[in-house]
């Protein structure tokens, strides 16, 4: 018989929320995300200031930072960051129109629950309208060959507008171009963009217009003495791992000094052993030093003896890209070094205004370093987003030679042509098709809000423009109008577009499905004993 007691299957530490009330909870969530970047969207979106709890400042447009910065801890707000993470990682843009999907779809969830339209339906309606939308951004297509130059430049150009760096803009587009244009590479037949081939440095103090791109490899340091040449042609290049120095415990644990005529053999056995690991580097054949940890003032002076340019403490991401670049290898240990780990460039050089050192005519004619200047760090860490999303943007391109018009045109032909497929769908899935349909008005809606124009006027615009056949018509955020954005140059690639719409989809639609959330609380610390 049972007692009427309770079965208690799950520890205390287990928070549960059920049914309709965790439905409601994550679509919060959701709708929260969206709202906490949705000022950003577009060329007249706002910035936001983010102030992590040691104090560090960062001033950003993009989404995916926004998000990754701030401390979130619902589990379904954790799910739509990641969608803005997986955005990034992916295709490198659209991480606010992915997020701001996300929250719109599980919106419009919202109001078909509160009609009794059951979730499984909801969920077989978004699969349905996720298939036909990615068919329909493949329809809306337009090619673009790898070597046109200035429809790459428009594609940086839209992907970087916005991120307050307006004036450099022009410059910054072509050098983003230019960069992605040199690395990428024909493999069977299509072209390919390793990301890693473009190394972004970021140098203080200038002034943005002084932004360049160097064919080559910069290191920002200086060389480690005064008495080192300035300037070497036809380099060989010596990489290694180990600190060109004898540390005190080292030596402590071979000699155990007693008296003092020790202590000055000691003097005279460190010079040597020091003196040894100049050598050696010299032996090789190298005459430029990358060194990842110090070298030690007895070293840098017989290493300058010897005309040689050394650079210490160079970090450990710049050593392996100097390593790709001059195709070089990084030796542990300065013993092991033989020519054959040297790499090659036509000449390096010190920038006698800047800590810089320029490696140029580099054994790999694919290294390629795009070098931001600014006056302060947090500009210099927007100019380096933003030029992140441009070469991220052209090489998505590139690759698959797709793009499609921006201004929210992509946007409102969807939502037209999946309004008509659900149409022609018929029954309680239909209602989620048109949902999933008007979702994708939130992405002009938002660009006209934030530009300061009554949304739904320009919407209203923008649907008859669409059903009269302008398929390209979208909001010039500027002047309010409803433009042909493939004239006026606003496009973007077709991969971004298809990135957000498949991963807002999808996780609106795991998210739908869930009717039971139990979270495991960390236990709290014990109670100090009295
Ligand atoms: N000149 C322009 N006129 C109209 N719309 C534009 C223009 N430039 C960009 N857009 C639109 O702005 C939107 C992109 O805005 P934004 O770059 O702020 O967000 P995102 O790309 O979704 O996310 P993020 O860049 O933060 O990863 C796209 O819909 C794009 O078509
Ligand atoms: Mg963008």
Redesign the pocket.
């Known amino acids: 018989m049972l007692s009427g007691q309770p079965i208690i299957i799950l520890k205390d530490s287990v928070e549960r929320t059920r049914g309709q009330e965790a439905q409601r909870s994550n679509i919060a969530a959701a709708k929260a995300i969206a709202a906490a970047?949705r000022t950003?969207?577009?060329?007249r979106?706002m910035d936001k200031m983010l102030v992590s709890s040691t104090g560090d400042v960062v001033i950003t447009?993009?989404?995916?930072?926004?998000l990754h910065e701030m401390a979130v801890q619902h589990p379904g707000a954790k799910m739509v960051i990641e969608v803005?993470e997986t955005?990034?990682d992916e295709v490198?843009?659209?991480?606010?129109?992915?997020?701001?999907l996300v929250g719109t779809l599980m919106e419009q969830a919202e109001q078909l629950l509160a009609k009794m339209v059951h979730p499984t339906v909801i969920a077989n309606g978004y699969t349905m309208g996720m298939n036909r939308a990615l068919e329909i951004v493949e329809e809306n297509s337009i090619r673009v060959d790898p070597a046109d130059r200035e429809t790459l430049i428009r594609l940086a150009?839209?992907?970087m507008?916005?991120?307050s760096i307006e004036q450099v803009k022009e410059k910054l587009n072509g050098i983003v171009v230019d960069a992605v244009m040199t690395v990428a590479e024909k493999k069977n037949g299509e072209i390919v963009v390793d990301r890693d081939d473009i190394m972004i440095k970021k140098q203080k103090g200038d002034s943005i217009d002084d932004a360049a791109l160097i064919r080559g490899c910069v290191i920002d340091k200086k060389r480690a003495s005064d008495a080192m040449p300035k300037k070497i042609a036809n380099a060989k290049v010596a990489l290694v791992a180990q600190p060109l120095e004898i540390t005190k415990t080292q030596v402590k644990a071979k000699i155990r000094i007693n008296t003092a005529d020790q202590l000055s053999a000691f003097g005279t056995q460190e010079r040597e052993a020091l003196r040894q690991l100049a050598d050696r580097v010299v032996a090789s054949g190298a005459n430029v030093l990358l060194c990842q940890k110090g070298i030690s003032d007895p070293v840098q002076y017989y290493l300058a003896k010897a005309g040689v340019m050394a650079i210490q403490d160079v970090n450990e991401k710049d050593m392996k890209y100097a390593a790709r670049a001059l195709s070089a290898k990084i030796v542990n240990k300065v013993s092991d070094l033989t020519p054959d780990d040297l790499g090659n460039a036509a000449l390096v050089q010190e920038a006698d205004d800047a800590e810089l050192v320029t490696f140029s005519g580099c054994d790999n004619p694919k290294a390629i370093t795009v070098l931001l200047r600014g006056s302060t760090d947090y500009l210099l860490d927007e100019l380096e987003r933003a030029v992140v999303?441009g070469t991220s943007v052209v090489a998505d391109a590139m690759e698959d030679g797709t793009y499609v018009?921006?201004?929210?045109?992509?946007?409102v032909e969807l939502s037209l042509r999946l309004r008509e497929y659900a149409a022609s769908v018929g029954g309680r899935v239909q209602l989620a098709i048109d949902a999933f349909a008007e979702a994708f008005e939130a992405?002009p809606l938002t660009?006209a809000e934030n530009s300061g124009f009554n949304p739904l006027d320009k919407l209203v615009d923008l649907r008859t423009a669409h059903a009269k056949g302008g398929r390209y018509m979208?909001?010039?955020?500027?002047s309010g109008e409803v433009v042909d954005?493939l004239d006026?140059?606003?496009i973007?690639p077709a991969r971004?577009k298809r990135q957000?719409i498949q991963s807002a989809a999808e996780t609106a639609i795991l998210l739908i499905r869930v009717d039971d959330m139990m979270i495991t609380q960390s236990k709290p610390p014990a109670a100090p004993k009295a």
């Not at 490198?92 to 701001?100: E, R, S």
């Open positions: 970047v950003t969207l577009g060329p979106g447009n993009d989404g995916a930072t926004i803005a955005q990034d490198g843009d659209g991480t606010t129109t992915a997020c701001i150009d839209t992907s507008t916005g991120k999303d018009v921006g201004g929210g045109a992509v946007e992405i660009l979208g909001l010039n955020v500027f954005m006026a140059g606003v973007e971004v957000a």
